[in-house]
């Protein structure tokens, strides 16, 4: 069986639970600059460069990983959110994105096993690959809206190499999270197809956008909706949102796609809105019962948690999920569906 049979049929037994939070689990570590950095020599400051953790303080993400598959997960999804060459740039380790992806995704693929080996439930490892600091939908300069800084060929190509990197490692699966920008996800959609088919096998791909507005747009203006029409064509494994405003916002929206979404819906929302220090208050029976009534409606087939989400959120979701029915996943009618920032349905 491929990857996509066996994570499909694992979703239609139940509901599949993702980790939660990177970035702020490893500020809990309180690491100083000296820990990021190692024995590097690279003459920026890597404080705050959690990527790098896989080559300098490997047993950070380890520990991580380690303590979300004992709450429950069954996806790891690797620390290489700004692993590519635009965001490691800003550190000056744009010339170990290479080396940064594979020891990640190697680190997540051998504690999967390690857990899979415990008790035969198939664990899976999602590359993370995240939007990175450039738009390729908006200017960064307002007197000048035509102006880009990087063109899509070029985000396709940093993408291609994070993506080689993280299969070379052991990913089975790659995510393409917090997209803010649809031209950017679709950069990255294509790199993921061209890397699957130089691999000569399908590469199930894994889409989440984030919302930056109440009323459901990301930051390229996009509703759920127009989003789901305008990467549809690449059957991703699964749709659905992340970061965001918390679950409790997320509500309507994750109702809209699973009514429309011939695939598989993950939604890993925050752990509520950060408060003034920014730090995030929700408890964790709190997010487990807001993602838990889209359980009970039917509305989802992954949950998991993103910013302030911590092992303890995630072992209350898969708790409160447990015994309950994944998704149907539907057959919308057939339909010529196109999408500016508003989808938009051809006329028969």
Sequence with gaps: MSVRDIFNAEAAKRILITDGAFGTEIQNWKLSEADYAGALSLGHDQKGNNDILALTKPEVPAAIHRAYFEAGADIAETNTFSANRISQADYGAEGLVREINVESARLARRIADEFQARDGRPRFVAGAVGPTNKTLSLSPDVNDPGYREIDFDYLKQVYREQIDALVEGGADLVLIETVFDTLNAKAGVMAAIEAGEALGRDLPIMLSMTLTDLSGRNLSGHTV???????????????????????????????????????????????????????????????????????????????????GSTPAHIAAIADGVRGLSPRQVPAPPVRTRLAGLEPFFMAA
């Excluded at 429309?260 to 809105?273: F, R, W």
């Design 225 to 307: 909706e127009a989003f789901w029409h305008a990467v549809r064509h690449a059957r991703p494994l699964t749709i659905g949102l992340n970061c965001s405003f918390g679950a409790e916002q997320l509500r309507p929206h994750v109702k809209t796609l699973s009514e429309i979404c011939d695939t598989l819906i993950m939604v890993y929302p925050n752990a509520g809105l950060p408060n003034e220090l920014g730090a995030y208050d929700e408890a964790p029976a709190t997010t487990a019962g807001l993602v838990g009534q889209w359980a009970e409606a039917g509305q989802v087939n992954v949950l998991g948690g993103c910013c």
